[in-house]
């Protein structure tokens, strides 16, 4: 029996009815989560004009949140001291009831995780590509509200080149936000905060011109790019914000990339330098370049006093020898070489991963994975405290606080690729030799360091970067 146009222009409205209202359970039910205040109201005061631009607007701000790939989060209730992205870590789906033999057994993700002050993981959250740096957004010092500090954020760059980066929450590891590079745009792995934490700034490629640029994204706007500034060189990797807050320190690797295969397309006429940025108009304020036009600057510190410590990745013959950490201050005419006593540079197999200082007791640790080894120095007297053995490290950042006693330690946590988080601790060596009547302040009698190592396994493998929060 056919039915009549009525029933079926009936069933047809009473269908789309039930699907608007389950469409707008849904989005209201995510809207809560960003958006607390939000309320069933507005989505019938859509009926007005300014209504339906608001729904459009929240819905438009919904999907921007949304990527296409589904993350896992496991959570454990503990503070997080530092955030680390993770080439390999078992799934999280994996039933426990597996044995060695399964063929998925071994199965892993890419993925970030937090860790708190015992190195233990916190939270694990997998990604749909491998990551690179990893970023936390500063507490403002000026709010008041204490949910806000300790809701920050925390950005997770994708490898470069990668046209991605999600904005995590620091405190879960759920993500809030995927961000996709601009056309003819892709991203170089790093980004740093402004001070107050309003702006994101990120190294970014123009994939038709081949230059630099630095991005600018509003935090407020749901990391939406509001500006774009010249980065005055050839692939910008890392960057960091001066102490001062009002200027951005770039390093310019120098290096051409072929987007699809990472190809280095101009190793014999490499421009790397130091670029010193105004954060606000993009102006350049100070250019300094290496001795060696293939020491491709690629990784950055920078102490309390503006001293800026760079990690150099040496793109030349293998059997020259180049200092593999400079350093640098503003005005000064030239980048500093950290000496290292009978040229143990070679061990480093000209690449450093990453570098941190610990601006407190100023020091500074470079790690290298091809040569598996973290070397710690002094930057007050810039001498070598030690060369540390830790196969395949790569992140490294300043020890945290210890929960139990509040202590502050001097020296490093080092990451690597074989799943162990290895503490540095730098210590006063005592000087058995001295003489009674002597104090250890006597310049003829200086007080030597060392580092204790203690390393705690986990199965994942820790990638490049490793910050603190």
């Not at 300790?150 to 879960?172: C, H, Q």
């Not at 935090?219 to 774009?228: H, N, P």
């Not at 400079?326 to 143990?344: A, I, V």
């Amino acid at each position: 029996m056919a039915k009549s146009p009525i029933y079926e222009v009936l069933t047809t409205a009473a269908l789309t009815a039930l699907g608007t209202a389950s469409l707008v359970g849904v989005h209201h039910y995510y809207r809560r989560q960003t958006q607390p205040d939000a309320r069933l109201q507005d989505y019938a005061a859509g009926l007005t004009g300014l209504g339906v631009q608001r729904f459009t607007d929240a819905y438009q701000t919904y999907c921007t949140q949304k990527t296409a790939t589904a993350h896992i989060t496991t959570i454990h209730p503990r503070p997080v001291c530092w955030v680390s992205g993770v080439a390999a870590m078992p799934k999280a789906s994996k039933s426990a009831n597996l044995q060695d033999d399964d063929s998925d057994f071994h199965e892993s993700d890419f993925g970030v995780v937090g860790i708190d002050a015992d190195r233990q993981i916190v939270w694990q959250t997998t990604m749909p590509e491998r990551v690179h740096d990893i970023v936390v957004q500063p507490i403002n010092k000026d709010s008041s509200n204490k949910s806000k500090i300790n809701k920050r954020d925390v950005v997770v760059m994708g490898r470069r080149p990668s046209e991605w980066f999600w904005v995590l929450d620091t405190a879960n590891g759920q993500v809030k936000y995927a961000i996709q590079a601009a056309v003819d745009r892709h991203f170089y792995g790093h980004a740093c905060y402004s001070l107050d934490g309003t702006l994101l700034y990120v190294t970014e490629n123009d994939t038709v011109n081949l230059v630099g640029t630095i991005g600018v994204y509003k935090v407020s706007k749901g990391y939406q790019k509001i500006a774009e500034f010249d980065a005055y060189g050839i692939g910008p990797h890392e960057l960091i914000m001066h102490p001062d807050g009002e200027i951005l320190i770039i390093a310019n690797g120098g290096i051409k990339t072929e987007k699809a295969s990472r190809e280095e397309l101009n190793l014999d006429s490499m421009q790397p330098s130091l670029v010193y940025l105004n954060r606000h108009n993009g102006a350049l304020l100070e250019q300094v370049s290496p001795e060696h036009k293939q020491m491709s600057v690629r990784h950055l510190a920078v102490n309390h006093d503006g001293m800026v410590v760079i990690g150099i990745q040496f793109q030349g013959d293998k059997h020259i020898n180049v200092p593999l950490v400079l350093t640098h201050h503003r005005g000064e005419s030239e980048l500093k070489p950290l000496l290292m006593p009978d040229n143990q540079w070679q061990r480093f197999h000209h690449y450093i991963a990453s570098v941190a200082v610990d601006s407190k007791h100023n020091l500074l640790c470079a790690t290298s994975p091809f040569g598996g080894c973290a070397a710690v120095f002094d930057l007050t007297t810039r001498a070598l405290i030690s060369i540390n053995n830790i196969p395949d490290c790569a992140g490294v950042s300043a020890l945290a606080h210890n929960n139990q006693n509040d202590i502050e330690h001097a020296g490093f946590i080092v990451s690597d690729g074989l799943g162990q988080l290895t503490t540095l601790n730098v210590v006063d060596d005592l000087i058995n030799d001295m003489p009674s009547n002597m104090s250890h302040n006597d310049k003829k009698y200086p007080l030597s360091k060392r580092t204790i190592n203690n390393s705690q396994s986990h199965a994942m493998s820790f990638d490049n970067h490793l910050q603190a929060l």
